[in-house]
């Protein structure tokens, strides 16, 4: 099965950027759908991006259409996520995920997850 290592986290100002990126392992990452989640302190998880496996299609939650992009490179086998135009409420743990299934919103459909990274956006 793939595992996922998430990086790229880290404390920026409002208006600022970062890039996360998912490392794959043991599997290609070519062979799944892959999302990013995010969970805020005292909040659900949340959908913020997917993509899928040859990177036809992407999907966006409305909080972050037009400010984060995903992106992946399978030849690195690795996803990642543009975040600019970050706000105080993107402040959360973001988690990347596969799945070997269709294109989804909902975190139940994926079956990896990685450990998550932090993103802080300060006021």
């Known amino acids: 099965q793939v595992q996922l290592v998430e990086s790229g986290g880290g404390l920026v100002q409002t208006g600022g950027s970062l890039r996360l990126s998912c490392a794959a392992s043991?599997?290609?990452?070519?062979?799944?759908?892959t999302g990013w989640f995010r969970q805020a302190p005292g909040k659900e998880r949340e959908f913020v991006a997917a993509i899928n496996k040859i990177a036809e299609i992407t999907l966006y939650a409305d909080s972050v259409k037009g400010r984060f992009t995903i992106s992946r490179d399978n030849a690195k086998n690795t996803v990642y996520l543009q975040m600019n135009s970050l706000k105080p409420e993107d402040t959360a743990i973001y988690y990347c995920?596969?799945?070997?299934?269709?294109?989804?919103?909902?975190?139940?459909?994926?079956?990896?997850w990685g450990q998550g990274t932090q993103v802080t956006v300060s006021s």
């Open positions: 043991r599997r290609s990452i070519s062979e799944y759908t």
């Open positions: 995920a596969a799945d070997d299934g269709p294109l989804s919103r909902r975190g139940w459909t994926y079956d990896y």
